[in-house]
């Protein structure tokens, strides 16, 4: 079946700095990728959607800045939380457009910002 | 815009019997798909069930099935001979079947415990 592979797991980072999750499909072609993110116990908020070779397309309220996508091949995409604080302290779960089913989660990154 | 509102934020069954997750959507499209997604402690999505607007059949998947009443804009889970391990935070998802990007609008979840 479809599978996305979602990297790191777990990354703890100090504030100030950058870090970037990897979202990539393993057997299939992911045209459009999506990134969400989870705080305990809620609901997944959409924060972008990324299509392979153009600019992703950032749910209101979301810091393109803060928040860089790029979905540079039909199997990777990224999410790089740049000059990461304590409130970006999250879950963060991609979700790529393809495979049987039409949409594969990768496992989550928990994100924790000293 | 589409909303899918869950109303239970907790359910819980005992083990082998059977429970029912609500779920509401708001649309005022005909062409869409819904979905059960399951999230266990581990936080996997994982795929209960999906059913397609224009089926009236509900779908079954194995001990899992589901009630769509589309003029009422309901699509309820059911779970039969509740496991151990359907232990997890159930969510209902919407997609319309028009569009570039097709999202998936999750509703808030219900986290569903199972009683040894």
């Known amino acids: 079946g479809a599978v996305v592979s979602q990297h790191p797991s777990r990354v703890i980072c100090k504030s100030g700095t950058s870090v970037k999750i990897e979202c990539r499909s393993l057997?299939?072609?992911?045209?459009?990728m999506f990134w969400y993110r989870q705080f305990p116990k809620k609901s997944l908020m959409l924060m972008a959607t990324?299509?392979?070779?153009?600019?992703?397309?950032?749910e209101q309220g979301v810091e393109k800045d803060k928040f860089l996508i790029n979905h540079a091949s039909l199997t990777l995409s990224t999410l790089t939380v740049t000059s990461a604080h304590p409130e970006d302290s999250s879950f963060y779960i991609c979700?790529?457009?393809?495979?049987?089913?039409?949409?594969?989660f990768g496992s989550g990154t928990r994100l924790t910002v000293v | 815009a589409q909303t899918v509102t869950q109303s239970q934020p907790e359910m819980s069954v005992q083990e082998a019997e059977t429970v029912t997750l609500s779920c509401t959507y708001d649309?005022?499209?005909?062409?869409?798909?819904l979905f059960w997604y399951k999230q266990p402690p581990s936080r996997q999505m994982i795929l209960v069930i999906r059913?397609?607007?224009?089926?009236?059949q509900n779908a079954t998947e194995n001990r899992f099935s589901v009630n769509f009443q589309k003029a009422a804009k309901s699509f309820s889970l059911k779970i039969s001979d509740s496991q151990l391990g359907d232990a997890a935070m159930y969510f209902c998802?919407?997609?319309?079947?028009?569009?570039?990007?097709?999202?998936?609008?999750f509703g808030t979840g219900t986290l569903l415990a199972v009683q040894p």
């Open positions: 057997d299939f072609q992911a045209t459009t």
């Open positions: 979700s790529a457009r393809g495979g049987f089913y039409g949409y594969t």
């Open positions: 990324s299509n392979e070779g153009s600019k992703a397309t950032y």
């Open positions: 649309t005022s499209e005909s062409d869409y798909y």
């Open positions: 059913q397609e607007a224009y089926k009236q």
């Open positions: 998802a919407y997609r319309s079947n028009g569009g570039a990007t097709n999202k998936l609008i």
